[in-house]
């Protein structure tokens, strides 16, 4: 069975908030800031070993999360050396007979921001967060994209673009989500960088419901 790529996407410099919710979440290698990152996302799922030996053996990058589902697999590999990380994307997608344009292009499936957050929305928001607290009174951003990987390097984006908290980054699964809080033009402009991030990949085509904004 031939293998899918849903999900490529490199991150040329990980912001401090963005490594450190990897590192909450990750099973293996703790991602540090300003390291670069790869993410793959593939179908089959159990195929993501095959995606994650070849780049080992092949380069000096460590995996910072591997995860296998029933649908599809996903691998996280991070590594100081922005060149490590462009060798293992290449080495990988070189070794299976695939390009960059294999990929599905990202589609943003819905975005909410939420102002003056009530306190029991926070509260009920920090329950489910592994990443910073939303506190009451601020402004709460989610947004909903597909496939589910391109959640990591929206989040990353949004913390380049304006001074925001990451609350909570899902990028593995049948959608990505990336929780933001903060003040309210701040929130804007990260949702603006994490928006124009998406657009900016080529791919397949991804067709599906247009995007709800709320």
Same mark, same amino acid.
């Given at each position: ?26 099973? =293996?290698?703790?991602?540090? @800031? ?6 793959? $996302? *593939?179908? &089959?799922?159990?195929?993501?070993? #095959? ?79 592994? =990443?910073?607290?939303?506190? @009451? ?6 947004? $909903? *994209?597909? &496939?589910?990987?391109?959640?990591? #390097? ?39 960088a994490a928006v124009a991030v998406l657009e900016s990949f080529d791919g397949r085509p991804n067709e599906g419901p247009g995007a709800t904004f709320y």
């Amino acid at each position: 069975m031939a293998i899918e790529l849903r999900c490529f996407t490199y991150i040329d410099i990980l912001q401090p908030q963005t490594a450190s919710f990897l590192a909450t979440v990750s099973r =293996g290698y703790m991602p540090l @800031e300003r390291q670069a990152a790869l993410f793959f $996302e *593939v179908a &089959p799922g159990m195929d993501i070993n #095959i995606v994650t030996d070849i780049a080992l053996k092949r380069t000096s990058c460590t995996p910072g999360m591997q995860i296998v589902e029933r649908q599809f697999g996903c691998l996280q590999l991070q590594h100081y050396d922005q060149g490590q990380i462009r060798a293992a994307g290449e080495a990988v997608l070189t070794a299976l007979n695939l390009s960059e344009k294999d990929r599905l292009k990202p589609r943003l499936v819905s975005a909410q921001t939420i102002t003056g957050v009530h306190g029991y929305h926070a509260q009920i928001t920090n329950r489910m967060r592994h =990443g910073n607290f939303l506190d @009451e009174g601020r402004t709460l951003y989610v947004m $909903e *994209v597909h &496939p589910a990987g391109y959640a990591l #390097i929206a989040a990353n984006e949004a913390e380049k673009a304006a001074k925001v908290d990451i609350l909570e980054v899902i990028s593995f699964g049948a959608f990505g989500r990336v929780y933001l809080g903060g003040d309210e033009e701040e929130i804007k402009c990260a949702a603006e960088a994490a928006v124009a991030v998406l657009e900016s990949f080529d791919g397949r085509p991804n067709e599906g419901p247009g995007a709800t904004f709320y």
